[in-house]
């Protein structure tokens, strides 16, 4: 088959990184979307550090950080007055090379992966719409409508579905989307304040009903999400004005302009699968969730990045096909669970009941500033909320256990010290490798020559063996920076055989 092999239905951010990778990982891909260009407005707004950190093995962390809002800190406020600030800006320093959650609107976001993408020589083809497509064992046939109203035929090996909660893949596939509709209205605004910027995200609670604000764009401008109270729920014609009086006393804000309003509700639902023969499903596509906790939109890139090494692998001849089967069973599995995690969360904010008002009035104002004071608590929100702590350790590409790290865990990262390089900067190489932490032994050095795995050696000190690397110990790290195997130096020997069981070609 001539030409891309990969046809990508959704060009908001998964599909685009989707794309990206695929390039980066040297396949063709075709990316289409019906709309008429990026959006121009857009509710997701945070980017987590896993997301930086995933983004920065095709060298691109840096430069959005460079275009975002670093989040300082999060205040409660409760009444219309501030209970608790809680400094989060470097929350996860010693953890991840982006110790802190990035503001950067999810329609500066496509902007920037779309250059991004076209400087690969890939362009998004707007107005081009998916309306069928056909499975057999060798490929998928698809039928597709052009901005000029025209059918045409194509095919590919490959049908990715990013094309959000009302997918058209899902819908042909017929796979049950199972879940719910939260009953509240929400309401987002773009509007912009008098006074001092503001760099917080900041939460305020009355009640039953809830704003939360951070900044966007520029430290002027901020994105406003919140409950819209039952009494106006429902009006066609409300406006900002009908909710400004509230929220600037929620809040303690003046509001000078309103750049952009809108009302949406959010549903709470995972598909049956991910991965159907020669299709598969990712971001909105497969799964959508609350606004708890800013995950949506990365679990979303989480899943392209999943994706894309293995597509990648497989049409390149460097492994078995099964190597595919785990996209489904690395992702489902987490997006159930954020999803049943964010559900919790947000019926237990908006419980009008003893368990709300405990909630809202105990738990977030006075409980979680004292308990956030601990450094392990610490620790234990920026893993959670940043998505550094996904792991797949009960997927069959993972392996063994040595030190505190299993087969499955995202690679603990180790800043660079002295003239020691962070253990990252290898994974820009988007490949299999061998990491060993102290002196890899001969027979480790011998094997992985004649698999032909490069092998990046740290020398071990305290700092190595506080991040839970095992001395001489050998990691075998995946393409998307996940441990495939993790090794005592003795058991050399089950790298060869893991290689040829998914006959991985480094």
Known sequence: MSGPQVLIVGAGPTGLVLALRLRHHGLACRIIDKNSGPGQASRATVVQARTL???????????????????TAMQVRAGGREIATIPIGAIGTGTSPFPFALAFPQDDHERFLTTQLATLGVAVEWNTELTHFRQDEFGVSVTLRTPEQRTVQGRYRYLCGCDGVHSRVRTQLALPFPGGTYPQQFFVADVALAGPPNTDLIGSFAGRDFVLMMPVRSSSTQRLIGIIPAALAGRDDLAFADLQAATEQLLGIQVTSVNWFSTY????????????DRTFLLGDAGHVHSPVGGQGMNTGIGDAVNLAWKLATVLQGKAHSRLLDTYE?????FARSLVTTTDRAFTTLVNPGFRGQVARHWLLPHIMPWLSSFHAVQRLIFGTISQVRIHYRDSALSQGQAGAIAGGDRLPWLPPIGIRASNFDALRALAWRVHVYGQPSAEVLEVTSQLQLPVDVFAWDEGVRQAGFARDALYLVRPDGHVGMALAPGEVGRLRRYLADWQIIP
Do not use: S
């Open 53 to 71: 950190e995933l983004y920065q093995q095709i060298g691109l962390g840096d430069a959005l950080v460079e275009q975002g809002i670093p989040i």
């Open 265 to 276: 509700r959010v549903q709470h639902r995972v598909a049956a699968h991910f991965h159907v």
């Open 329 to 333: 069973h690395e992702r489902i599995g």
